[in-house]
Structures are given as C-alpha cells and as structure tokens.
C-alpha cells in the first residue's frame, strides 16, 4: 500500500456529463501528478501540482482541469465527458525535493462514459 | 516530446527463469528511470528507480542503464508466477516538472 488514496473507485458517465475524481497524497508528500491509462496503453501525463500550484500539462484539452488544496489532496475535473475518456485515471503522490521524485500511484479510478 | 518505447510482445518465462525486459528512450535529458510493476486491473506498482549508468540489484530484480545508447532495461531472476504482470517502463528528470513519459509495457507470464 502506498498510502494515496483515491475517490470513487469506479464511476458510470453518460456523454456530456461532468465529473470530479478526487486524490489524497501520501503522509509528507507534496506533488500530486495525474495520469490517464486507456486500455492496453502506459499513463499519459494530464498535470502536476506542487505546492497548490499546477506545475505542467500533458497534451489534454481544457475541459481537463485540477486543483491541489492546502493539505495537497487533489482534484481531477473533467468536463464534457467523451467516449474516449473511459480509461482509469491515476493519481501520483510524490516529494518533489527528494531529487529522483519516485512517484507512488494510488488505486485508481475507472471511468466509464457511456 | 518523451518517447518511450517497450516493443517486445508478451514473454513467456519458466519458472526460476530469468526475464529481461527492454526500453528505450527518446529523451537524452531523461534523468531518472523507473519500472512499475502492474498487474490486471490493480496500479502500477514502483518496483526500483535508476539513474546512473550501470546496474542496480534489488532482491531478483536488475536494472540496467546505458545512457549513452538511451537504453533501459530490467531483468527478473528466479521469475516467480506471482511476477506475471504487466511491466511499464518510465522516464522522467530531477526536480522541476518530473512528468513522467511511460512506454506501453510489457506483459510476462511465467509458466509453473
């Protein structure tokens, strides 16, 4: 167990829909990185917040959008939902002074657009 | 744009075989490199990092870095049939932005 928890575990959305996944980071962590993974395909970068700040973003459109609070838990928004977007969605817990920045992924969540 | 790739199909080992598993990469800035372990429907797993040129063992895992030709590459010794899983490799820089670029992975079977 890595300690980074994620909310909810499994989500139904039908086209069009918006929805909101949710990350706790690990206890002394401070980055949170969010990850998409299609079936069959590694992670692909969305962002990153450090410190409450979004610090990089992968190739996503806009109605992909996050926030990090001040206790660094995170959220995942993802507005007008597509088929393509059925995926599990990850979220990444790390320290981002400690140089090598191993990254500790949390369960999951798998998204289904419908 | 980080390129990562894993090209080898799935790979079937015996039991107490070793498996290796290759990565290259695209990136010559790429600092720091991972394999993540991820079995069917769970997350990856962070199995051991590098980051210098050469090999670092943990337990029966190898991993294997050669910059200069931007290679990568894991090996498992005495495979387990609890090491069937996918494995993903990954690469990022230190500090800053630490986005990591993932490759596909690669599935490995090991036969009892």
């Known amino acids: 167990e890595t300690g980074v928890t994620q909310s909810p575990t499994h989500l139904i959305k039908t086209r069009g829909q918006q929805v909101t996944l949710r990350c706790s980071s690990q206890?002394?962590?401070?980055?949170v990185s969010w990850y998409q993974q299609a079936l069959g395909q590694g992670p692909q970068f969305i962002f990153q917040?450090?410190?409450?700040?979004?610090?990089g973003r992968g190739n996503f459109p806009p109605r992909f959008s996050g926030l990090q609070f001040p206790n660094y838990s995170s959220e995942l928004n993802v507005n007008a939902l597509e088929l393509d977007d059925s995926a599990l969605y990850l979220c990444?817990?790390?320290?981002?002074?400690?140089?090598?920045?191993?990254?500790?992924f949390g369960p999951g969540t798998r998204l289904t657009v419908l | 744009q980080k390129e990562v790739e894993q090209n080898s199909g799935p790979l079937s080992v015996p039991e107490g075989a070793i498996a290796s598993l290759n990565c290259t990469y695209s990136d010559r800035g790429s600092q720091s490199f991972f394999w993540y372990r991820q079995y069917s429907g769970k997350s990856p797993e962070l199995i051991m990092f590098?980051?210098?040129?050469g090999d670092k063992e943990d337990g029966r895992f190898t991993a294997q870095l050669n910059k200069a030709s931007q290679y990568v590459s894991l090996l498992i010794r005495d495979s387990q049939p609890s090491d069937s899983a996918t494995y993903l490799c990954a690469v990022g820089e230190f500090y800053g932005n630490n986005r990591l670029a993932f490759g596909k992975g690669n599935q490995v079977v090991v036969i009892p």
């Open positions: 917040y450090y410190r409450e700040e979004k610090n």
């Open positions: 990444a817990s790390s320290l981002a002074s400690s140089g090598v920045n191993e990254q500790f």
């Open positions: 590098i980051y210098s040129n």
């Open positions: 206890s002394g962590h401070n980055t």
